[in-house]
DNA sequence: ACGAGATCGTCAACCTCCTTGCCTATTTTG
DNA sequence: CAAAATAGGCAAGGAGGTTGACGATCTCGT
C-alpha cells in the first residue's frame, strides 16, 4: 500500500483521480441524470429517480412495505413517504395483505408498469452508450465484476450483521 | 434491443438485476457506508461523505469556492454551506484571494489534511479488498471502463450545454 | 387459551443537503 | 468610467431521509 502520509500533493491529486469510489459515483450521477432527462423528454413528466427506483422494486404481485423498505435500505417510514408520493402520481395503489391484517401490498397501476417498462428501456439505450465506447467485452466484464462485487460486500455486512 | 412491453415479469425483474445503473449505486453505497465506519473506527468522528468529497477536492494552494461548487456539481451557495461545516470541524480555513478581491481561498487545515491521508489510505484499503474479490486485471478495468464512460459523458454534455 | 413480545404501518418532529431568489462587493469590459 | 459579469453570502424552502412513539395485528411459549 502507498505511504500516504508520505506523499505529495501532486501525488495525492492524482491518487485521488483513480480512487473507484469517486468514479462509481460519478457515473452513477451521470446515467441517473440522463435517465430522468429521457423520461421527461419521452411524456413522463415530475418523475425523479426514487420513483424509477421504487417501481422497480414492487413484484408484480405486489410487495409488502417492510420488503420494499429493506431492498431500498431504508426505514420503514421513509418508504412508506416514497409510497404514499408515487401513490398521489399514480403510479402504485395499495392493498390489504390477505395473509396478514397488519400488512398491505403495494403493487403497480397500469401507469406505473408502463412507466418501469419505458424506465427499463431507456436504461438499456443509455448503457448502449457506453458499451459503443468501451466494447462489449468491457461492457460484459464491468457488470460482472460490479456484481461479484455487490454479492461480496452484501455476504460481508450478513456476516458482520446477524439478524 | 429487447422489446421491454412483450416481457413477462419474470423477465423484466431477471432484467432488472443486471441493470448497470442498479449495481453502480449499489456499489458506490456500500463503498461509502464502509468507508464511513472505517473513519469513525479510526478515531474521525462525525465525519461523512460529504466532508470526504469536500476535502479531496480542496488544492494545496488552496481552492476558490465557486471551483469547489463547479467540481462538486452544486451551486455556489450549496458550495458554501458545506465549507462553513467542515470549517467549523476545523478540517479547512478561509483565507482573502491575493490576486481577486471578491474572491477566497479554501486551504486544508493540518486536521483537514490528516483526515484525508487517512480517507485515502482507507479507500485504498476498501478496494484492495474488492481487488482480492475479482482479481487484479479485472479491477484495472473496471477502473478503465468507467474512466472512459465518465469521459464521453462529460465530453457529451460539454457539447449538449456550451457555456 | 392467552398474555408477552415481535412485527407492520403510520404520525410527528427533525436533520441534512441542496435548491431558488435576492443581495453586496469587486473585477472586467466596451 | 459606467455596464455587465463574477465571487460570495443570507434567507426561505423543498426533497428525502432520520428517530421516536404509537395502535393494530400476528406469533409463540406456557
Chains 1, 2 share one sequence.
Do not use: C
Not at 501525488?11 to 457515473?27: C, D, K, P, W, Y
Amino acid at each position: 500500500m502507498p505511504d500516504f502520509s508520505e506523499m505529495t500533493p501532486d501525488q495525492i491529486r492524482a491518487h485521488r483521480e483513480t480512487v473507484l469510489l469517486r468514479l462509481l459515483i460519478r457515473v452513477a450521477q451521470t446515467e441517473t441524470a440522463d435517465l430522468v432527462d429521457r423520461l421527461h423528454a419521452a411524456g413522463h413528466g415530475r418523475v425523479n429517480r426514487a420513483h424509477i427506483t421504487l417501481l422497480g422494486n414492487i413484484d408484480t404481485e405486489g410487495t409488502r412495505l417492510v420488503e420494499i423498505a429493506r431492498r431500498l435500505g431504508v426505514t420503514r417510514q421513509a418508504a412508506s413517504q416514497m409510497v404514499g408520493d408515487i401513490e398521489k402520481r399514480g403510479f402504485v395503489e395499495r392493498a390489504a395483505d390477505p395473509d396478514d391484517g397488519r400488512a398491505q401490498r403495494v403493487r403497480h397501476t397500469q401507469a406505473g408498469r408502463a412507466m418501469l417498462v419505458d424506465a427499463l428501456a431507456l436504461m438499456h439505450e443509455i448503457e448502449q452508450g457506453y458499451e459503443a465506447v468501451i466494447g462489449k467485452r468491457a461492457m460484459a466484464q464491468l457488470r460482472t465484476s460490479l456484481s461479484k462485487i455487490a454479492q461480496a460486500t452484501d455476504a460481508a455486512a450478513a456476516l458482520g450483521s446477524p439478524g
